[in-house]
């Protein structure tokens, strides 16, 4: 079974509607991240999340929100969804314990905003 | 502001050929990381880089990190086609945040 798990992943809806992303893992990890990526670009931090009391922004968090309901579980909200929003969403988690601290990502959620 | 960048951005070569990839950045860090990733799939992690100088090999492809040239290099010796892939630098941007910049990805095509 896979460690990081996302649901959906895939998604098409329409430009104002809300959706949630969520992701689960089974590593123990504390820290989990939210990414999303665009054609010919890197992966780029929506908000990450050092244990479930800690939220934080990243680059791009704009018209996102994200709830850490458990340690296991990081879900992320597009509130009003726009076309631009149209990308591959990926969720990651670390350990900060574990030496250099590698990010193990999810297998990611096509979105599609019409 | 951190930037990373790295080139080529695409990259086609023939097997048993070598190659690398080089990915700079644009302030101090001390950790760097190389994923790669498959046409619609994850990001698997290859190497993480924790140190000036540190050098790490796996199988045809070997990571090393220039902290004061701000550099890093993703070499392969005798390509194969299992190799093709996106392969992707991250660089950490706050120490102890654990903040990820990426590169922009080379996309590398290995034919027979």
């Known amino acids: 079974d896979a460690d990081v798990t996302q649901t959906p992943r895939n998604r098409i809806t329409k430009t104002g509607k809300r959706i949630m992303l969520e992701c689960s893992q089974t590593?123990?990890?504390?820290?989990m991240y939210w990414y999303r990526q665009d054609p010919g670009l890197g992966l780029r931090l929506i908000y990450y999340s050092f244990d479930v009391k800690d939220i934080n922004k990243g680059e791009i968090s704009d018209g996102y929100s994200v709830s850490r309901q458990a340690q296991a579980k990081f879900s992320l909200s597009l509130e009003s969804a726009i076309p631009n929003q149209t990308a591959l969403y990926f969720c990651?988690?670390?350990?900060?314990?574990?030496?250099?601290?590698?990010?193990?990502f999810g297998p990611g959620t096509r979105l599609l905003v019409l | 502001e951190l930037k990373v960048e790295q080139n080529p951005l695409f990259l086609s070569m023939q097997e048993g050929k070598n190659y690398t990839i080089y990915c700079n950045y644009s302030?101090?860090?001390?950790?760097l990381y190389w994923y790669r990733q498959d046409p619609g799939k994850s990001l698997e992690s290859l190497f993480v880089l924790l140190s000036n100088g540190a050098v790490k090999q796996e199988g045809r492809l070997m990571a090393s990190l220039d902290t004061k040239a701000r550099l890093s290099t993703l070499h392969i010796t005798a390509a194969v086609h299992d190799l093709s892939a996106t392969y992707f630098c991250?660089?950490?941007?706050?120490?102890?945040?654990?903040?990820?910049?990426f590169g922009q990805g080379t996309r590398l095509t290995i034919n027979p």
């Open positions: 590593k123990g990890h504390d820290r």
């Open positions: 302030t101090t860090s001390d950790r």
């Open positions: 990651a988690t670390s350990d900060k314990d574990r030496a250099g601290e590698t990010q193990y």
């Open positions: 991250a660089v950490v941007k706050e120490w102890g945040a654990q903040k990820l910049v």
